[in-house]
């Protein structure tokens, strides 16, 4: 694929950015992400013409702005005036309107083997929204192969944003569901949400809940029980308080049956995660997406917070600068340090324990993060092993 990248459908561009054993190719159409792949295996769904991604309902695998999640009723509240939303959502605003970042053509700006980054300006009033503002979107590679999506803004006067990734995972071999794929969240609580699917404040535990993912759990325990909040939804349409705060940390980890892994990271204060439950959507790359096909995992800031005075803020001050993070880590299917030193035999097991008398390796269980950092030190990790223990394995 050349640097100008090849047609794509219509005006739309694909281009491609690999780095550490991974391939990731991207469009112009809403800065999505269309392949995320390691080893032959991509990871996301999506689709085989960028025109799919521009009138996607769901928002498939593109970055959304200026405001992901709904905003109730379309209105909120900036320096003493009050902002009218455009209503795409019932008599709610959500991700953005109908000129939403993930429904245009970006710019662009950067591309080199392993980064791109894209542009987009959005006028004052667009959708209803305060403020000329210009966003960023840089997608890069290291040399590990870690995904990391850089989000830049500034505005000409103040505003509020909350951009997200819109990315939809699915790790299986058969592409059918999701709903086996074991989900971890690093959260111990969680967003209530009313009859209308809106946040208003507050956060319940997750303990004693169906969205309890603290350890791992298949998708489908939470999508398709019978609580109230799941019902409503259709399944898992959730804002997770993550643990981590506003600290960089991990975020979710994502688990198929094959044992292919994602972890997933960021600076966000929150993570929604959404099971594709009205998903219906043709000219799939693998075939038609349908209801839990996928699994959606957006980090960003908590929705509606623009109207909750508690939340952390998303106002953005003219003259400053917002900026946010998030890694991608996919791993191919892997049997952990763990599993493998069960297997070693019993003389250099003995010389492990003998260094380590603390370590009981028939009560090792191996966390899903730790398995993915694991494979991102595996060189380093082996070579402190051989220092050691004079082995690895």
């Known amino acids: 694929m050349k640097n100008n990248g090849a047609p794509f459908g219509g005006d739309t561009k ?5 780095n550490g054993g991974v391939t990731v190719r991207l469009t112009d159409a809403g800065a999505a992400l269309v392949s995320f792949e390691k080893d032959g295996f991509d990871a996301v769904a999506g689709f085989k013409d960028g025109r799919d991604y521009l009138r996607s309902d769901s928002c498939m695998c593109v970055n959304v702005g200026r405001y992901a999640g709904r905003i109730a009723f379309g ?25 939403g970042f993930g429904s245009r053509v970006w710019t662009l700006k950067d591309l080199t083997e392993s980064r791109a980054v894209f542009s987009i300006f959005s006028e004052d009033g667009e959708d209803g929204y305060p403020a000329d503002l210009t966003e960023t979107v840089a997608y890069s590679l290291d040399e590990k192969g870690v995904l990391s999506v850089v989000t830049e803004a500034e ?14 995972f699915n790790l ?15 959260a111990s609580r969680y967003t209530p949400l009313d009859e209308n699917l809106v946040w208003k404040g507050g956060f319940h535990p997750v303990e004693g809940t169906p969205f309890d ?32 705060g506003a600290a960089f940390g991990p975020a979710c980890v994502l688990t198929a ?23 219906d959507e043709r000219g799939g790359k693998f075939g038609p997406l349908g209801r839990r096909s996928c ?26 600068k917002y900026r946010a993070e998030t890694r991608y880590t996919l791993s191919a299917p892997y049997q952990s340090y763990n599993e493998r030193f ?20 028939d009560a090792w269980e191996s966390d899903p993060a730790d398995i993915i950092y694991e494979q991102r030190f595996k060189k380093e990790i082996d070579e402190y092993n051989i220092r050691r223990y004079g082995f690895t394995w």
């Open 14 to 18: 694909l281009y491609e950015i690999a």
């Open 75 to 99: 209105r909120f509240t900036l320096d003493g005036k009050e902002y009218d939303l455009s209503k795409n959502n019932g008599v709610h605003h959500i991700h953005g309107g109908f000129h």
């Open 155 to 168: 505005a000409s006067a103040d505003t509020v944003i909350n951009p997200t990734l819109h990315a939809y």
């Open 172 to 186: 299986g071999d058969d592409k059918a569901s999701v709903l086996s794929h074991r989900l971890t969240v690093f």
């Open 213 to 244: 993912f603290r350890t791992p759990k298949p998708v489908a325990d939470a999508a398709l029980s019978k609580g109230v909040e799941i019902v409503a939804a259709g399944g898992l349409d959730t804002a997770f308080a993550l643990d981590k």
């Open 257 to 279: 049956e094959n044992g292919r892994s994602l972890l997933i990271e960021t600076d966000r204060p929150a993570a929604v995660v959404y099971s594709a439950n009205f998903l």
């Open 295 to 320: 699994i959606a995992i957006e980090t960003e800031a908590f929705p509606n917070s623009v109207n909750v005075p508690s939340a952390p803020s998303t106002v953005l001050k003219k003259g400053e």
């Open 342 to 361: 069960k297997k070693l035999p019993l003389e250099k097991q003995r010389i492990v324990i003998e260094k380590d008398k603390d370590r009981r390796p």
